[in-house]
T-cell receptor
Framework: GAVVSQHPSWVICKSGTSVKIECRSLDFQATTMFWYRQFPKQSLMLMAT?????????EQGVEKDKFLINHASLTLSTLTVTSAHPEDSSFYICSSTLAERYNEQFFGPGTRLTVL | GQNIDQPTEMTATEGAIVQINCTYQTSGFNGLFWYQQHAGEAPTFLSY????GLEEKGRFSSFLSRSKGYSYLLLKELQMKDSASYLC??????????FGGGTRVLVKP
């Protein structure tokens, strides 16, 4: 149980385009999902907390108009990187918690974004 | 603010023991997690400590001292497949996790 999937696993796009990344909880309902960004050889940095049916909570320094988060159902959250630039190239990982397991976070497999 | 420190890299020999230390200063504490992450993959859960003491799970053990803001992950009988990054993460307010920089462990034959 507690499987989280992401799609796509990798994407290459041109500068200025928008990219949508999906995060799905496959066998449980996720009222809360988290979005992280990880640059090479660095740790995970929390970008935002996504709550089903309400606005996401962004961490300091993360532009909410650039990283659009939608959590319209209990099993799906999406992150859209708008007007992507090469500096947005990174590994994006989502996670969700399972209350009955002390809120352990289960991570998706990640999405590698490369902006040319 | 949140500050979590762990060594950047460690090297050990197959079959040996390695201890990865993590010190933290956070506003609030609701538990400490250790995750393993292989390159290009998502982190996988290793351990969770919320009370002081040692938690043992097979070849991996994790220790916590809340008064010292200190934890360590102990890897015994190292195998080549244990070469990975090990992430220390603290749950402070709510369910948010703050991660340390990660420790890359290289296991040599």
């Amino acid at each position: 149980g507690a499987v989280v999937s992401q799609h796509p696993s990798w994407v290459i796009c041109k500068s200025g385009t928008s990219v949508k990344i999906e995060c799905r909880s496959l066998d449980f309902q996720a009222t809360t999902m988290f979005w992280y960004r990880q640059f090479p050889k660095q740790s995970l940095m929390l970008m935002a907390t996504s709550n089903e049916g309400s606005k996401a909570t962004y961490e300091q320094g993360v532009e909410k108009d650039k990283f659009l988060i939608n959590h319209a159902s209990l099993t799906l959250s999406t992150l859209t990187v708008t007007s992507a630039h090469p500096e947005d190239s990174s590994f994006y990982i989502c996670s969700s918690t399972l209350a009955e397991r002390y809120n352990e976070q289960f991570f998706g497999p990640g999405t590698r974004l490369t902006v040319l | 603010g949140q500050n979590i420190d762990q060594p950047t890299e460690m090297t050990a020999t197959e079959g040996a023991i390695v201890q990865i230390n993590c010190t933290y200063q956070t506003s609030g504490f609701n538990g400490l997690f250790w995750y393993q992450q292989h390159a290009g993959e998502a982190p996988t859960f290793l351990s969770y400590n919320v009370l002081d003491g040692l938690e043992e799970k097979g070849r991996f053990s994790s220790f916590l001292s809340r008064s010292k803001g200190y934890s360590y992950l102990l890897l015994k009988e190292l195998q080549m497949k244990d070469s990975a990054s090990y992430l220390c993460a603290v749950k402070a307010a709510g369910n948010k996790l703050t991660f340390g920089g990660g420790t890359r462990v290289l296991v040599k034959p």
